[in-house]
């Protein structure tokens, strides 16, 4: 078996490559990353030296590096985690989106359908679903709710979900699709809400909570993901949609709370900001389809889930200090001045 992990350099492709290399020993894993601002090569330090690994810099929406690539190792498997995902950096910037999120999908499939394929997986979210009221507490998405896009990430992933579709349906290339809620864990980069509360508590810096701080997410444990891909590559059926939560809802403000006091800081620290553009209210996911078909389930609760990566971000702080340092802290500055 020879899988190319895309976006491997990346928070959830990373800790996929971990799982996989350390699951199943015999396959061979290419990580293909282009290596911008959010994948690290540090994250697969510790699997360089794994005889069945390769890492392979390139970016997905380059076609003629794609082909060349597809012709020389024929894999057998695509699990595409390659994206731009920041919402924040969609609003300010959507062009890069589209680039790569619907073009890079593009290209992929257009690879799958010319070299053959056992399987391409693509790695969606919910937000392609929209929002829920948070009045409504007995609603969730189910891989039936209709599309529903908010922000230019999650259009442009959305895009790419129908692209798959359609390539499967018409080309018969053989994908599938998953659609996950909040992951959060190692490796997360800290530009995303648990980290950078981590990074900003841990160095006494302000918490800049957006809003009233009551939208809610439902929080996955980045283990638990990618166990869920791991049985959807290997028992999902083609053409089908899983819908991966973590059935941990938060309100901002409550994880927030919870990473100051699980680091011993003062509340005083939290900062309410201008509120996001177009800023979705709750996400929350049923998981009936993957548990009945796959017999897939969570098993990371919150109050774990988060101890363990405050754990993570304590004992590897030249990760994530040294993100902090360079590109991201420039960008940051940009964003959000001195808060
Ligand atoms: C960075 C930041 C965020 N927030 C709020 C905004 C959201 O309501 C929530 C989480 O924000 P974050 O940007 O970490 O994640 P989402 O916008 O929910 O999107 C994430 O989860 C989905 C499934 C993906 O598909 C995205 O790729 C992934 O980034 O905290 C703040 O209040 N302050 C902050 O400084």
Redesign the pocket.
């Known amino acids: 078996m020879k899988i190319i992990v895309t976006g491997g350099a990346g928070f959830i492709g990373g800790n996929f490559i971990h799982h996989m290399t350390t699951k199943y020993p015999s396959y061979n894993i290419i990580c293909l990353d282009a290596l911008t601002y959010a994948g690290n090569i540090e994250t697969l330090e510790s699997v360089m030296d794994h005889p069945k690994f390769k890492f392979v810099k390139g970016d997905i929406s380059d076609r003629d590096f794609i082909y060349q690539l597809f012709e020389e190792e024929k894999p057998d498997v695509i699990v595409n985690f390659a994206?731009e995902?920041?919402?924040?950096r969609s609003i300010a910037d959507p062009g890069i989106f589209l680039q790569t999120n619907i073009l890079g999908t593009g290209v992929l499939l257009d690879a799958c359908k010319k070299y053959g394929i056992k399987r391409y997986h693509q790695v969606s979210?919910?937000?392609v679903y929209g929002d829920l009221p948070l009045d409504r507490s007995d609603l969730f998405f189910t891989e039936e709710t209709p599309i529903h896009t908010s922000s230019p990430?999650?259009a442009s992933?959305a895009s790419a979900d129908l692209l798959v579709q359609a390539y499967c349906r018409t080309f018969k290339v053989p994908a599938t699709i998953s659609r996950?809620?909040?992951?959060y864990g190692p490796y997360h980069f800290p530009?995303?809400?648990?980290p950078?509360?981590i990074a900003n508590a841990l160095n006494d810096k302000s918490l800049?909570?957006?809003?009233n701080?009551e939208?809610v997410?439902d929080w996955l444990y980045v283990e638990d993901h990618c166990i869920a891909i791991d049985m959807i590559i290997h028992k999902g059926k083609v053409g089908e949609i899983y819908n991966v939560g973590g059935h941990n809802e938060r309100t901002?403000l409550e994880v927030v709370k919870t990473i100051i006091r699980e680091l011993g800081k003062s509340e005083d620290l939290i900062s309410y900001?201008t509120d996001?553009l177009g800023?979705?209210m709750r996400?929350a996911i049923d998981p009936t389809k993957i548990k009945n078909e796959l017999g897939w389930e969570p098993t990371t609760t919150f109050d774990e889930g988060i101890k363990k990566t405050i754990k993570w971000y304590l004992d590897n702080k030249s990760w994530w200090e040294n993100i902090i340092s360079g590109e991201y802290q420039k960008y940051y500055d940009k964003m959000y001045g001195n808060r």
């Open positions: 994206a995902s920041h919402v924040d979210t919910d937000e990430y999650s992933k996950c809620s909040n992951n530009e995303k809400l648990i950078l509360m800049p909570v957006y809003g701080g939208n997410r901002n900001v996001r800023h979705d996400y």
